[in-house]
């Protein structure tokens, strides 16, 4: 079975350490599981994700997925590893389907089906009524929509979501998180940094983070 571990894990910024899971052992997170990773702003959320992702080299520890060390972010893309940034990460020029549209198209997927499955992950998230529209015309939050609507759409062994609901309202709040427990469901090693309590508690495991240092909340099932 596919995990997702990460091992003794530490990040150093110059003399400043932004994480350090050495407490933890081994964080693993399996198919089928949706993990919130909780704490206040600084605390170390999105550096975890982004080592998590093979974006961000540990300065200890090492993060593996099927006995395969991640040590790029190219590597993880092939391992199917997909990450949502705070930032969301859109082209501005392009429309809402386009953005999920053309990384389908980019990775091989049959024009149909990437259609299909663009249309069907801006409805999950609740924007088929905006397809058409430019990136820019869209609100803050409904940007953040289209990002997770792309990640949803590329279908990855692991999605990592960096402050998935954010800048929504209560509504589009639990439609998102619906669908997060929809991607686990599926399969997906589901992992989703947020300061959002009510989000939180829906998960399947918390893992809370000060200063870099991990607690669990929570635990995962074994």
């Not at 960096?162 to 709040?173: I, Q, W």
């Not at 686990?184 to 300061?195: D, F, L, Q, S």
Request: proline letters at 5%; a negative charge.
């Amino acid at each position: 079975m596919s995990e997702l571990v990460a091992r003794d894990l530490k990040v150093r910024y110059g003399e400043h350490v932004a994480l350090d899971l050495a407490s933890l052992g081994d964080l693993v997170v399996r198919p089928g599981q949706l993990l919130a990773v909780t704490g206040p702003s600084g605390a170390g959320k999105s550096t975890l994700l982004w080592a998590l992702a093979g974006a961000l080299r540990p300065t200890r520890g090492e993060v593996g997925l099927d006995g395969t060390f991640i040590t790029a972010r190219e590597q993880a893309a092939r391992l199917d590893v997909s990450i949502v940034p705070q930032g969301n990460g859109l082209a501005s020029s392009l429309t809402a389907t386009e953005n999920v549209l053309v990384p389908l198209l980019s990775a091989g997927v049959e024009p149909a089906e990437a259609a299909a499955r663009s249309d069907q992950a801006l409805a999950l998230v609740g924007l088929e009524e905006s397809g058409n529209h430019l990136i820019e015309e869209l609100s803050g939050g409904q940007q953040q929509r289209v990002a997770l609507a792309r990640a949803f759409a590329a279908q990855a062994r692991v999605l990592l979501a960096d402050e998935p609901t954010s800048d929504l309202d209560a509504a589009n709040r639990e439609r998102i998180v619906t669908a997060l427990r929809a991607e686990a469901w599926r399969g997906a090693i589901v992992v989703m940094a947020t300061h959002d309590p009510q989000a939180a508690e829906q998960t399947d495991g918390e893992l809370h983070l000060d200063e870099g240092t991990g607690t669990w909340t929570r635990p995962l099932p074994a």
